[in-house]
């Protein structure tokens, strides 16, 4: 068997397999209530082999209730983005500007989105809204903060050469400043794109909105325990699968 065979199907299998493993013993042997794996799936297998079925707002499928939830994240996330590269470009190009709102940033980058949500609400008066306004003001720092280093790291050489030629700020900013800090603003997005993911859940939970989060905190109130290792599953599969698109784009970006 090839050696990346084994390191990419062989070794991870490997590890479910042991995950499954311990969390069946958890279940017997620890903690009677947490459903074993056979039994989550035997629970909850319509939700997966029939991801698009609705029977109401909240009993629908897994399919159904993630495409709500990337739908919000997408809006959110979209809205980080335009939001944090250019400031964070403004960071990095400007000492005055770094010198007056670098602090600010600071102070409002480690805010849990579970303080932002309620100030949405009450600024919109709706969940949906809310929801995409917390989105966008937790993802957008690591976007902020990426791009602002990878605008102050780039050599001074660069930038000589740009005075040398008379580039206009505008090509320099172009030519220059934007290829030279592509790696690092990447980097950020894709930072940004996990944290979108994980405010997504808290909002849906705490708004009980239609979603994989909305779903989890449901089936929590209603003590059906398999649905919500279903949802934590789907969450962390999500989560997973959009990290490593991301990584593929940054991977291109920086090879280009």
């Known amino acids: 068997m090839r050696p990346e065979t084994v390191k990419r199907i062989v070794l991870p299998g490997l590890g479910l397999v042991g995950v499954l493993m311990l969390w069946t013993v958890i279940s017997q042997a620890v903690a009677p209530d947490l459903p074993s794996p056979a039994r989550t799936w035997a629970e909850s297998r319509r939700y997966v082999l029939d991801p698009f079925f609705k029977d109401g707002e909240m009993n629908q499928g897994i399919g159904r209730l993630a495409f709500y939830s990337l739908v919000r994240v997408a809006k959110g996330y979209a809205l980080a983005v335009l939001l944090g590269t250019p400031l964070g470009f403004l960071l990095g190009l400007s000492r005055s500007f770094h010198a007056s709102f670098d602090p600010i940033v600071q102070f409002l980058r480690p805010i849990s989105p579970l303080a932002w949500l309620p100030l949405g609400l009450v600024i919109f008066q ?131």
């Not at 808290?202 to 708004?207: D, G, I, K, V």
């Open 126 to 256: 709706k969940s949906e809204p809310a929801a995409i306004f917390t989105i966008a003001l937790c993802a957008m720092w690591p976007t902020v903060i990426n791009t602002a280093v990878g605008v102050r790291s780039i050599g001074q050489e660069y930038l000589n050469v740009g005075r040398v030629l008379r580039l206009s700020r505008w090509k320099t900013l172009t030519k220059i400043v934007v290829p030279a800090s592509l790696p690092y603003i990447f980097t950020g997005y894709r930072l940004s794109l996990g944290l979108a993911w994980l405010v997504i859940v808290a909002a849906e939970m705490l708004t009980g909105t239609p979603g994989v989060g909305g779903f989890l905190w449901q089936e929590y109130n209603s003590l059906v325990y398999s649905h919500i290792i279903l949802s934590v599953v789907t969450i962390g599969a999500i989560g997973l699968l959009l990290d490593r698109l991301m990584g593929v784009v940054e991977a291109r970006v920086k090879v280009g």
